[in-house]
């Protein structure tokens, strides 16, 4: 009655290796992996601690004003 099949399984619609934003594409998703697999920097993870402190000072017992 209803078609279960994805769109992404035809092969009609799946872009070809000739297609330049194929490329593109690929090119994007592997850049990306491998920032995503990057170490947060310590200079960062040093600012997020100072933001957490001067949230905790401005709360005390950890009671925010977040009504």
Not at 29 to 49: T, W
């Amino acid at each position: 009655m209803f078609d279960t099949s994805s769109d992404e399984d035809d092969p009609r619609n799946r872009p070809s290796s000739a297609d330049p934003n194929h490329e593109i594409t690929r090119r994007l998703k592997a850049y990306y992996a491998s920032v995503e697999e990057e170490p947060i920097p310590e200079r960062f993870i040093e600012l997020l601690e100072k933001l957490d402190e001067a949230e905790k000072a401005q709360s005390p017992g950890g009671s925010g004003n977040d009504s």
